[in-house]
């Protein structure tokens, strides 16, 4: 059809000639409601991005003597990742003789993964491979899934700071995840967010061979 004749014809019908093939020979075009056809591409177009979010893997990486300020960053960027219907791959690494006391490793694992629990689930629990300590967590559906906290002002790590330091006992030079409340040398006690409470500091190893 000629395009005049198109235009009268998409006229007559009160909608509009949009060219939907510009490469076609001859071009495509329809007659349709622009504004609806606009807002059904742009739905599309956001479906897409979704599926290929759900497809995207991010890592964050942990360490068994991660200081509790950098390990709320860490929570933060997890949660961003969620939000964005990413799934979130947590690795903690364990270094030289840090894999005589795995159990700690384990502990930031588990802390992490429950401060998470508003917004993914672990897709298996966390299993030791070699010096690591590797879990996938996907995110929650939308209508399950909490808020991010970013809309209510605050941050992730915010919300969940003050949980930390009851989690890190130090037993006997040793910290172990979830043990009761014990002696705390002065310096942690006073700042449990320092590397003073770092809990290898005051692990006693023997010698090297």
């Known amino acids: 059809m000629e395009l005049g004749g198109a235009i009268k014809m998409a006229l007559s019908q009160g909608l509009d000639l949009v060219e939907i093939a510009a490469t076609a020979v001859p071009p495509v075009c329809r007659i349709v409601d622009f504004g609806k056809f606009k807002y059904e591409t742009a739905k599309k177009e956001r479906d897409s991005k979704k599926h290929q979010n759900a497809s995207t893997v991010k890592e964050v990486q942990l360490t068994p003597r991660i200081d509790p300020h950098d ?4 929570l933060d960027h997890a949660v961003d990742f969620l939000c964005e219907d990413m799934k979130v791959k947590v690795a903690l690494r364990f270094r030289g003789r ?10 930031v694992v588990e802390k992490f993964l429950k401060d998470l629990a508003p917004w993914g689930h672990p897709d298996f629990p966390p299993k030791l491979i070699g010096k690591a300590i590797n879990v996938m967590v996907s995110p929650l559906p939308k209508q399950k899934r909490a808020k991010h906290p970013r809309e209510l002002g605050t941050l992730p790590s915010e919300l969940h ?10 037993v006997r030079g040793v910290a172990v995840a979830g043990a009761a409340p014990a002696r705390v040398p002065t310096d942690a006690a006073e700042n449990p967010a320092s590397f ?8 006693e190893l023997p010698p090297r061979a």
């Open 161 to 170: 700071a003050q949980d930390l330091p009851a989690q890190i006992a130090v």
């Open 98 to 107: 840090e894999m005589a006391h795995t159990e700690i490793g384990k502990g």
């Open 71 to 74: 390990l709320g960053i860490k």
């Open 196 to 203: 003073g409470n770092d809990a290898f500091s005051s692990l």
